[in-house]
Structure formats: structure tokens, C-alpha cells
């Protein structure tokens, strides 16, 4: 008989043995646990014909058309399973830990397997998830000025073996009105959190964590209010860098996309910038003038910036300057500082 667990022995579990996930395609799309694979037990319409059944009929009647529905599929679950196992062992999991998941988990062991299925199901993880955000890390926060390359130095103190949280590629957006130009389509908010959680489960407690200073909203997803509230009150080293630095490498970093995404991104923000600076940076940009359209794009940014700065406890804040964009430099001095 499948046996039935509470979470942390499942995720423990789920770090060596595959996952199972038997919900339909769109709520698997919606947010799923990380890794997870996704074999259905009902497609999307088959589910609400199910739901309705059950609504207008009772449950009897809605078991019954289940039933119909999954039987001709069984040996196809079964073929499934065997090519994504390894170990002789699943987790299983439906939304509430009900039918789906220990209908999948009995067809599955009757084959041979040995099954655990996640007591509560799905709801439970997303429990879960969102009270892991409360979880007490010993972050370090990596702050600058739009331009100043802290997404490539937290990327070169990883390379030093520092602990890293890479906000902006779990969320597939550089957090900015530019933000995503060169990205893959974002995730959901449910998947961001889920996949957060899941980074922030592999960081030591007892070690420094280094992460990029955001705003709370990155893109169309929104930071957990646990955590945002840890970045907010802990210590940060901002990088300070000439402007003329700044504006290279946004040229650098940016000018690489397509006139019409530039001037896209930059109308974005044109009731900040004004009118006539926003058709100033319009104009440059048609003309390729990238630098001129980003160091008028700077002002707005440098504004946002300082007013966030200004909202931090002040003692908590370390400013260090560099004459240049030397990634690997500049990580090995916010070590020696946070040391």
C-alpha cells in the first residue's frame, strides 16, 4: 500500500527519488514543486466534466465517470513512470493529497514500485513554501545605482565560493522598465515562490548569502513579504561607479536589442522621465545613440534608487567605490568588507 508522509519527509525524499505530480496540465502550469514531473490522471476538460458530475449528481456518479475516463490509460501511467524511475521508489502528489495521487500511487505499486504519497497534497506544499519565507537567513545585500553591474558581481562571488540568490533569473526579468529584453517569458507568481523557497532551502543558514538589491517587484512577480523584509532590514554594500562607467555598460548590456524594444521599454517610463525627455531619448535611440538615450533613462533610475536608499536604516549601509567595472575586483572587496 502506498504510504502516506508529511512534507519534510517528502521534499527530503524528492532530493533523490522522482516526483510525481497527477494534477491536470494547467494546474501543474500554475505552480508545481520543483523538479516535479507531470503525469495527469484527468486532462483539463476531462476534470471539469468530472467536477460538474459531481456538483450535479453527487460523488458515486462522479467515481463512476472517473473510472471510465482513467481505465484505458493505466498501462500508458505505467509505461510513463518506468521511464522516468530510477530507483524503484515515486512520490506522489494531487492537491490535497485525495484520489488522484492514491489512485496513481496504488496503479503504480501494483506494477512494482514503491509509492509515498504527500499528506495534504499540493495545498499543503504551497503551506508550506510560503511560511519558508519567514525562515531566518544571513543575507548581505549587493546595492548600486542602475549601471553598476551587481547582477555580474553576485555571479562572480559565486565563482568565489560565495552563496548566492539570483532574484532576477528565477524571475526571468532584470527588474527594470528594460527588464525583459533578452528573457524568457516570466512564470507565475505561485511558481516564482516556488522555486524561491526552493533556492533558499539549499543556502547554510550559518553562512552569508549574497543578493541583489530589488525592488519588491520584479517584472509581474512580487518578492515574499518574509523575505523582502529580511532584505530590507539587513546590511548592504552599494557599489558606486562614474557615471560614464554606468552608462557604457548599459550601452554594452542593452544595445544589443532591436531600436523598436529600446524605445518600447523607455516609454514605459515616460511619465517619469517627462515629455521632453522621453522624445530626447526617443530621438537618440532612432539615431543609435544609446548612450545619450540611457544616461537621460539614469535620471529617473538614480532618483528611484536614492529615494529607496533613503528609506533603510542608514548604520546598516556601506557605500565603496570603484573606478571601474572590474567584476572580479570589486567581489573580492565586498568580501574583505563583510568580513
Known sequence: MPTPIDIKEFLKLSETNPVIDVRTPAEFLQGHIVNAENLPIFTNEERVIIGTIYK?????????????????KIHDYVREAIQLNKTGIFLVHCWRGGMRSSSMAWFLETYGFKCYT?????????????????????????????????????????????????????????GSSFGSLGEAEQISQEQFENTLSYSLSKIDSERKCWIENESRRIGKNMLPLGLWEQMRSTFVISIQLPIEERINYLASEYGKFSTEELITSTER??????????????????????????????????KTYEYGEEQREQEKIRHCSFETLNAVEIAKELKNISN
Do not use: W
Open 56 to 72: 450535479m449528481e453527487g460523488k458515486q456518479p462522479a467515481v463512476l465517470k472517473g473510472l471510465e475516463l482513467v481505465g484505458p
Open 118 to 174: 504527500l499528506k495534504g497534497g499540493y495545498k499543503n506544499y504551497r503551506k508550506f513554501v510560503l511560511e519558508s519565507f519567514s525562515n531566518k537567513k544571513n543575507l548581505i545585500v549587493v546595492g548600486g545605482k542602475t549601471g553598476t553591474g551587481k547582477t555580474i558581481v553576485l555571479h562572480e562571488l559565486f565563482k568565489q565560493n560565495e552563496q548566492i540568490i539570483d532574484l532576477e533569473k528565477i524571475a526571468n526579468h532584470k
Open 269 to 302: 517610463i515616460g511619465k517619469r522621465l517627462g515629455g521632453q525627455h522621453l522624445k530626447r531619448a526617443i530621438e537618440a535611440l532612432k539615431t543609435g545613440d544609446h548612450k545619450t538615450a540611457f544616461e537621460i533613462c539614469l535620471v529617473y533610475y538614480d
